[in-house]
C-alpha cells in the first residue's frame, strides 16, 4: 500500500497523470499534446523537430504553456494539456500534424508491454517503436520500464486520435491473440495448412529453440520456431493439422508456446472455419518476400471441373479485407476469383510489397485452378482500382482485360500528401525520377495492351468521378478497345454491383491474352526493368539513364524476315526469337539501323546493346550487372526473404543504435506488411549460411562484421567520419546514407544498408519512410542530421548507379 501511495505522489505532480483500472494494467488518462507540423505520411523525408531532439538527447522535458517550435500556420507551437474521453482515447485535431506527449513513473525497473494504438511511432525513453497508424488496436511492445521517470513521444496517425496502456507482463513469452494469419481448413485436402502468429519476447535475453505445438481434435503437430530477440516481437509460422473426415463449420485449435525444454510460456485456443474447397474460403502460403506466412481469398467457379478456366485477380480498397473482397463476388461459371491481401489492409497500395503480394497470388492461384494462362483477368475497387491502373500498366501482357472499379490512376495524384520543403529543387527530381515505375500516366500507352473497362459512380464523393473521366479521355486518344460506364447516382460503394457487375464479366469474356506467335506489333513502356521488363517476346533488359522512362515499339514485317524497332532509353534489348513467328535469316531494322541473324541461336533471346552509339549484336549481359531479376532502387532490397544485420563490433552506443534501428525497420515491415523479419548480430551472419536471401546491413564499415564479407568491392564505403563514392570523400559524425548494391556472384540478390558515419549520422537515418507507399528512394541517398528539418536540404548526394552497378556509368546530383 505504500508503494502504491508513493506512485499517485509522483504521478499527480508529473504531466501524465496516470490511473490504474484493473489489476496489472495502467492506462494513460492525462498527457500533452502539441501541433508543431510534424510530417510523416508520404512523404520521403520526416518533419519532427521534437524528434530531433529526443534522438539526439537533448529533448526539454515538455510541460503546459511551454513553447516548443511552430505550428503550420507559423505561430508558436504550445504544449497543452489534454485529458483522455471515450475508450480511452486522446483526441485532438491538433493531432493532426502533432504529437502526444504521457510520462509514467516507476518505483523499480520492471518489463512492461506497452498496448497503443492511432499513432505512427512513438518514442519509449529514446527509442524508436513502431505504432499503430491506421488503430487497428492491436499494436504491443514489451518494453524496460526504467526506474523513476519514462517518457512517451506519440507522433500522430491516420486519425486524430491516439490511446495507451501498460500492461504487466504475464510470461517472458507471449501470444499476441488479435494478430493471426490464418487458412481455412479444407474438407478434401487432410494434412496441414500454414499459419502464422505473433510472439513476443518479454525476457531480457535473446531466446532460441522454442516450439509451437499445435493441436486440433485428436492431432498435434510442432513446429520449430526461429530465435527472437529480447524487447522483440516476431511473427512465425507454424503448421495447423487438418484431420481427415472433417464436416463443414468450425474447429477449435490450440496453440502452445514450448520451451527448448518443454515449458510452457503461453498457449491459446481459437476457433477456425472448416469449409468444402467448392466455397470462398481462405487459403495460406510461404511468401518468398520475408518467408512469412500470408493468406489469400478464393472464390472457385461453379464448374465441376476447375481446369481450363479464367483466372480473375481482384484487389481490394483501404481497409477492406482480402477474405471480403473474394466474398462480394457472385461464383463465375467461367472462372475462378482470387483476392490477395496487398500484405494488409491498407498495405502499400498495391505498389512495392503490396505488387509483389498481387504477383505471388497470382502464380498461387494459376497453379491451384490450373487455369488458362490467356483467360487472366485483373479488377478492383477504390485502391483496388488504382491497383487496377497500376498493375495493368506494370504488367500488360499478363491480363487479357482490366476492369478499375471506383478507382484512382496516380497514388500520389489522389492520396493526401504533405509538402516538405524545397520540393522544387533539383535534389528532388532525383526522388521523383525513382518514383517513375508508379507513375501509371507515363505507361498509360500499355493499356493497349488488353481490353480496359472503366466503372465509376457518377456521385462518389470519395474517389471523384473526375478521375475515371481523366482517364477515359487518355484511353481516347490511342485505345481501340475500352468501354466506359458511369453508375447513375452511384456513390462510392452502393452494394456488391460496385464490383461485382455483370457488364465486366460479359466484356472479360470477349477477351484472351494473344499467344507471342501471334503478336505482330509491341508498344511497351517502362522505367524500372527490375519491376516491368517484358511485353511477350520483347524485354527491355537495361536503360540508358536508369528509372527514366524506357519504350520500344516493335513491328515484325509482312513476310516475317524483318523486325523493325524504334527505342527511347534503352541501352541493352533482348528478343525471345523463339517466340516471334519469324523466319531467317533475319533482318533487324533497329532506329534506323540495319542488323542481321542468319539463324536462331541456342538460347531463347537474342540480345542487342549500344556500343558506342551503335547497336551491335551481345551476349546476356553478366549476373554482376544490373537487370530484370534485380534493378535497384533502394527499397527493391527488402525481398527475396531479407535478414537485417546489425553491427556489434562498434562502440556501445554505435551497437546499440544498429541494433534500434533494425528492431524498428523489423516492427516497421511487420505492422505494415504483415511481415517477420529475422534479426541477427553480424557475427551471426559471419558464421551461418544466408545463400539466396537479401541482406540489410545496419551500421558501417567499423561496426558492422558484415561489411567487409559483403562490400569489400563497392565503390561507396562509409565509416567513422568519412564517406567515400567514388572519388569524392566527405566527412563528418554527422552523415547517413541509404544504399542498395548486389550481393557479389548472385543474379538476384541484393545488399540494403543503413549506416551513418557515427552515432549522429545513424541516428539521423531512424525514420523508415523507405516502408511507406507513394515515398520513393534512388539507389543511393546520403544526407546529414539535420534531415528531419531542413528535408532535401540537407541531402548531400542522390542517384543511380549504372548498368555495371558502378558510380561511373552513374547518374548522381551532388548538393
Given at each position: 500500500?505504500?508503494?502504491?501511495?508513493?506512485?499517485?505522489?509522483?504521478?499527480?505532480?508529473?504531466?501524465?497523470?496516470?490511473?490504474?483500472?484493473?489489476?496489472?494494467?495502467?492506462?494513460?488518462?492525462?498527457?500533452?499534446?502539441?501541433?508543431?507540423?510534424?510530417?510523416?505520411?508520404?512523404?520521403?523525408?520526416?518533419?519532427?523537430?521534437?524528434?530531433?531532439?529526443?534522438?539526439?538527447?537533448?529533448?526539454?522535458?515538455?510541460?503546459?504553456?511551454?513553447?516548443?517550435?511552430?505550428?503550420?500556420?507559423?505561430?508558436?507551437?504550445?504544449?497543452?494539456?489534454i485529458t483522455a474521453g471515450e475508450k480511452g482515447y486522446f483526441r485532438s485535431e491538433k493531432l493532426?500534424?502533432?504529437?502526444?506527449?504521457?510520462?509514467?513513473?516507476?518505483?523499480?525497473?520492471?518489463?512492461?508491454?506497452?498496448?497503443?494504438?492511432?499513432?505512427?511511432?512513438?518514442?519509449?525513453?529514446?527509442?524508436?517503436?513502431?505504432?499503430?497508424?491506421?488503430?487497428?488496436?492491436?499494436?504491443?511492445?514489451?518494453?524496460?520500464?526504467?526506474?523513476?521517470?519514462?517518457?512517451?513521444?506519440?507522433?500522430?496517425?491516420?486519425?486524430?486520435?491516439?490511446?495507451?496502456?501498460?500492461?504487466?507482463?504475464?510470461?517472458?513469452?507471449?501470444?499476441?491473440?488479435?494478430?493471426?494469419?490464418?487458412?481455412?481448413?479444407?474438407?478434401?485436402?487432410?494434412?496441414?495448412?500454414?499459419?502464422?502468429?505473433?510472439?513476443?519476447?518479454?525476457?531480457?535475453?535473446?531466446?532460441?529453440?522454442?516450439?509451437?505445438?499445435?493441436?486440433?481434435?485428436?492431432?498435434?503437430?510442432?513446429?520449430?520456431?526461429?530465435?527472437?530477440?529480447?524487447?522483440?516481437?516476431?511473427?512465425?509460422?507454424?503448421?495447423?493439422?487438418?484431420?481427415?473426415?472433417?464436416?463443414?463449420?468450425?474447429?477449435?485449435?490450440?496453440?502452445?508456446?514450448?520451451?527448448?525444454?518443454?515449458?510452457?510460456?503461453?498457449?491459446?485456443?481459437?476457433?477456425?472455419?472448416?469449409?468444402?474447397?467448392?466455397?470462398?474460403?481462405?487459403?495460406?502460403?510461404?511468401?518468398?518476400?520475408?518467408?512469412?506466412?500470408?493468406?489469400?481469398?478464393?472464390?472457385?467457379?461453379?464448374?465441376?471441373?476447375?481446369?481450363?478456366?479464367?483466372?480473375?485477380?481482384?484487389?481490394?480498397?483501404?481497409?477492406?479485407?482480402?477474405?471480403?473482397?473474394?466474398?462480394?463476388?457472385?461464383?463465375?461459371d467461367w472462372g475462378h476469383i482470387i483476392a490477395p491481401t496487398n500484405r494488409g489492409p491498407f498495405?502499400?497500395?498495391?505498389?512495392?510489397?503490396?505488387?509483389?503480394?498481387?504477383?505471388?497470388?497470382?502464380?498461387?492461384?494459376?497453379?491451384?485452378?490450373?487455369?488458362?494462362?490467356?483467360?487472366?483477368?485483373?479488377?478492383?475497387?477504390?485502391?483496388?482500382?488504382?491497383?487496377?491502373?497500376?498493375?495493368?500498366?506494370?504488367?500488360?501482357?499478363?491480363?487479357?482485360?482490366?476492369?478499375?472499379?471506383?478507382?484512382?490512376?496516380?497514388?500520389?495524384?489522389?492520396?493526401?500528401?504533405?509538402?516538405?520543403?524545397?520540393?522544387?529543387?533539383?535534389?528532388?527530381?532525383?526522388?521523383?525520377?525513382?518514383?517513375?515505375?508508379?507513375?501509371?500516366?507515363?505507361?498509360?500507352?500499355?493499356?493497349?495492351?488488353?481490353?480496359?473497362?472503366?466503372?465509376?459512380?457518377?456521385?462518389?464523393?470519395?474517389?471523384?468521378?473526375?478521375?475515371?473521366?481523366?482517364?477515359?479521355?487518355?484511353?481516347?486518344?490511342?485505345?481501340?478497345?475500352?468501354?466506359?460506364?458511369?453508375?447513375?447516382?452511384?456513390?462510392?460503394?452502393?452494394?456488391?454491383?460496385?464490383?461485382?457487375?455483370?457488364?465486366?464479366?460479359?466484356?472479360?469474356?470477349?477477351?484472351?491474352?494473344?499467344?507471342?506467335?501471334?503478336?505482330?506489333?509491341?508498344?511497351?513502356?517502362?522505367?524500372?526493368?527490375?519491376?516491368?521488363?517484358?511485353?511477350?517476346?520483347?524485354?527491355?533488359?537495361?536503360?540508358?539513364?536508369?528509372?527514366?522512362?524506357?519504350?520500344?515499339?516493335?513491328?515484325?514485317?509482312?513476310?516475317?524476315?524483318?523486325?523493325?524497332?524504334?527505342?527511347?532509353?534503352?541501352?541493352?534489348?533482348?528478343?525471345?526469337?523463339?517466340?516471334?513467328?519469324?523466319?531467317?535469316?533475319?533482318?533487324?531494322?533497329?532506329?534506323?539501323?540495319?542488323?542481321?541473324?542468319?539463324?536462331?541461336?541456342?538460347?531463347?533471346?537474342?540480345?542487342?546493346?549500344?556500343?558506342?552509339?551503335?547497336?551491335?549484336?551481345?551476349?546476356?549481359?553478366?549476373?554482376?550487372?544490373?537487370?530484370?531479376?534485380?534493378?535497384?532502387?533502394?527499397?527493391?532490397?527488402?525481398?527475396?526473404?531479407?535478414?537485417?544485420?546489425?553491427?556489434?563490433?562498434?562502440?556501445?552506443?554505435?551497437?546499440?543504435?544498429?541494433?534500434?534501428?533494425?528492431?524498428?525497420?523489423?516492427?516497421?515491415?511487420?505492422?505494415?506488411?504483415?511481415?517477420?523479419?529475422?534479426?541477427?548480430?553480424?557475427?551471426?551472419?559471419?558464421?551461418?549460411?544466408?545463400?539466396?536471401?537479401?541482406?540489410?546491413?545496419?551500421?558501417?564499415?567499423?561496426?558492422?562484421?558484415?561489411?567487409?564479407?559483403?562490400?569489400?568491392?563497392?565503390?561507396?564505403?562509409?565509416?567513422?567520419?568519412?564517406?567515400?563514392?567514388?572519388?569524392?570523400?566527405?566527412?563528418?559524425?554527422?552523415?547517413?546514407?541509404?544504399?542498395?548494391?548486389?550481393?557479389?556472384?548472385?543474379?538476384?540478390?541484393?545488399?540494403?544498408?543503413?549506416?551513418?558515419?557515427?552515432?549522429?549520422?545513424?541516428?539521423?537515418?531512424?525514420?523508415?519512410?523507405?516502408?511507406?507507399?507513394?515515398?520513393?528512394?534512388?539507389?543511393?541517398?546520403?544526407?546529414?542530421?539535420?534531415?528531419?528539418?531542413?528535408?532535401?536540404?540537407?541531402?548531400?548526394?542522390?542517384?543511380?548507379?549504372?548498368?555495371?552497378?558502378?558510380?561511373?556509368?552513374?547518374?548522381?546530383?551532388?548538393?
Open positions: 500500500m505504500k508503494i502504491k501511495v508513493l506512485l499517485i505522489i509522483l504521478l499527480a505532480a508529473a504531466p501524465g497523470i496516470i490511473e490504474s483500472q484493473s489489476p496489472g494494467v495502467t492506462t494513460f488518462t492525462e498527457g500533452l499534446i502539441i501541433q508543431n507540423g510534424v510530417i510523416y505520411g508520404r512523404n520521403n523525408f520526416v518533419n519532427d523537430p521534437q524528434a530531433v531532439d529526443i534522438i539526439n538527447e537533448r529533448f526539454k522535458r515538455p510541460s503546459a504553456g511551454l513553447i516548443s517550435g511552430r505550428t503550420p500556420s507559423g505561430e508558436d507551437a504550445v504544449w497543452t494539456r493532426r500534424g502533432g504529437a502526444l506527449y504521457i510520462e509514467y513513473n516507476s518505483p523499480v525497473e520492471k518489463v512492461m508491454l506497452l498496448k497503443s494504438s492511432g499513432h505512427t511511432m512513438v518514442f519509449v525513453n529514446g527509442e524508436p517503436r513502431e505504432g499503430d497508424h491506421y488503430d487497428f488496436n492491436f499494436s504491443m511492445h514489451a518494453v524496460l520500464i526504467k526506474k523513476g521517470l519514462n517518457q512517451f513521444y506519440f507522433t500522430n496517425g491516420r486519425y486524430t486520435r491516439i490511446k495507451a496502456s501498460l500492461e504487466e507482463v504475464s510470461s517472458e513469452i507471449i501470444i499476441k491473440k488479435k494478430d493471426l494469419t490464418l487458412p481455412d481448413l479444407v474438407i478434401e485436402e487432410p494434412g496441414f495448412k500454414w499459419a502464422g502468429v505473433t510472439l513476443i519476447n518479454a525476457g531480457k535475453k535473446n531466446v532460441q529453440g522454442l516450439k509451437i505445438r499445435c493441436t486440433v481434435r485428436d492431432n498435434t503437430m510442432t513446429t520449430e520456431l526461429p530465435h527472437i530477440e529480447m524487447f522483440t516481437s516476431r511473427r512465425v509460422n507454424f503448421m495447423i493439422p487438418v484431420p481427415e473426415g472433417m464436416e463443414a463449420g468450425e474447429e477449435d485449435v490450440m496453440i502452445e508456446i514450448l520451451s527448448e525444454a518443454g515449458k510452457i510460456y503461453d498457449s491459446y485456443v481459437f476457433s477456425i472455419k472448416s469449409k468444402p474447397f467448392a466455397l470462398n474460403h481462405d487459403r495460406t502460403f510461404i511468401s518468398n518476400i520475408d518467408g512469412s506466412v500470408q493468406y489469400y481469398s478464393v472464390t472457385p467457379g461453379t464448374k465441376p471441373v476447375k481446369k481450363d478456366q479464367a483466372l480473375i485477380l481482384s484487389v481490394h480498397g483501404a481497409g477492406v479485407q482480402a477474405r471480403n473482397q473474394a466474398w462480394t463476388y457472385e461464383p463465375k498495405g502499400f497500395a498495391w505498389e512495392d510489397w503490396g505488387r509483389l503480394d498481387a504477383l505471388e497470388v497470382l502464380d498461387q492461384g494459376k497453379k491451384l485452378f490450373e487455369t488458362r494462362n490467356d483467360l487472366t483477368f485483373l479488377t478492383g475497387h477504390s485502391m483496388g482500382g488504382h491497383g487496377t491502373w497500376y498493375l495493368g500498366a506494370t504488367y500488360p501482357d499478363m491480363f487479357a482485360a482490366i476492369a478499375p472499379c471506383a478507382g484512382y490512376p496516380d497514388l500520389l495524384n489522389y492520396a493526401t500528401r504533405q509538402a516538405g520543403k524545397n520540393e522544387n529543387g533539383e535534389m528532388v527530381q532525383m526522388f521523383i525520377r525513382a518514383g517513375n515505375p508508379s507513375r501509371t500516366l507515363k505507361l498509360a500507352r500499355n493499356y493497349a495492351h488488353h481490353g480496359v473497362f472503366v466503372y465509376h459512380g457518377d456521385a462518389d464523393p470519395t474517389v471523384s468521378v473526375e478521375q475515371a473521366r481523366r482517364m477515359k479521355k487518355v484511353l481516347g486518344d490511342f485505345h481501340p478497345d475500352f468501354t466506359y460506364y458511369e453508375y447513375p447516382g452511384g456513390t462510392h460503394w452502393y452494394g456488391d454491383i460496385s464490383m461485382d457487375w455483370p457488364p465486366i464479366f460479359d466484356y472479360f469474356k470477349l477477351h484472351s491474352i494473344p499467344s507471342s506467335h501471334e503478336v505482330r506489333k509491341i508498344e511497351f513502356y517502362t522505367a524500372n526493368p527490375g519491376v516491368s521488363a517484358y511485353s511477350h517476346w520483347a524485354t527491355i533488359y537495361q536503360q540508358i539513364k536508369p528509372f527514366k522512362i524506357s519504350s520500344i515499339e516493335a513491328l515484325i514485317g509482312k513476310d516475317s524476315s524483318e523486325v523493325i524497332l524504334h527505342t527511347d532509353n534503352i541501352l541493352t534489348l533482348g528478343l525471345r526469337l523463339t517466340d516471334m513467328g519469324i523466319i531467317f535469316p533475319l533482318t533487324i531494322t533497329i532506329d534506323g539501323q540495319k542488323l542481321i541473324i542468319e539463324q536462331a541461336g541456342k538460347g531463347k533471346y537474342h540480345y542487342l546493346k549500344i556500343n558506342n552509339g551503335q547497336w551491335v549484336h551481345a551476349s546476356k549481359p553478366g549476373i554482376d550487372e544490373k537487370g530484370p531479376e534485380r534493378y535497384g532502387g533502394f527499397k527493391d532490397a527488402f525481398r527475396n526473404n531479407m535478414v537485417f544485420v546489425y553491427g556489434t563490433k562498434g562502440s556501445r552506443e554505435e551497437n546499440r543504435w544498429n541494433y534500434l534501428k533494425a528492431r524498428f525497420d523489423a516492427e516497421t515491415f511487420s505492422y505494415r506488411g504483415n511481415g517477420s523479419v529475422e534479426i541477427i548480430t553480424d557475427r551471426q551472419f559471419r558464421d551461418g549460411n544466408f545463400q539466396g536471401r537479401n541482406i540489410i546491413i545496419y551500421g558501417n564499415a567499423d561496426n558492422n562484421l558484415a561489411w567487409d564479407i559483403l562490400l569489400a568491392e563497392s565503390p561507396v564505403s562509409i565509416s567513422n567520419n568519412k564517406l567515400v563514392i567514388g572519388d569524392r570523400t566527405i566527412t563528418g559524425d554527422d552523415i547517413a546514407c541509404y544504399f542498395i548494391r548486389p550481393v557479389e556472384g548472385s543474379e538476384k540478390n541484393s545488399v540494403g544498408i543503413v549506416a551513418g558515419t557515427g552515432i549522429k549520422g545513424m541516428r539521423a537515418a531512424y525514420p523508415n519512410q523507405y516502408f511507406i507507399a507513394g515515398s520513393s528512394f534512388p539507389d543511393l541517398t546520403i544526407f546529414r542530421m539535420p534531415v528531419a528539418n531542413e528535408g532535401y536540404e540537407a541531402v548531400e548526394c542522390a542517384g543511380f548507379f549504372g548498368y555495371d552497378w558502378s558510380v561511373k556509368t552513374g547518374d548522381f546530383k551532388w548538393k
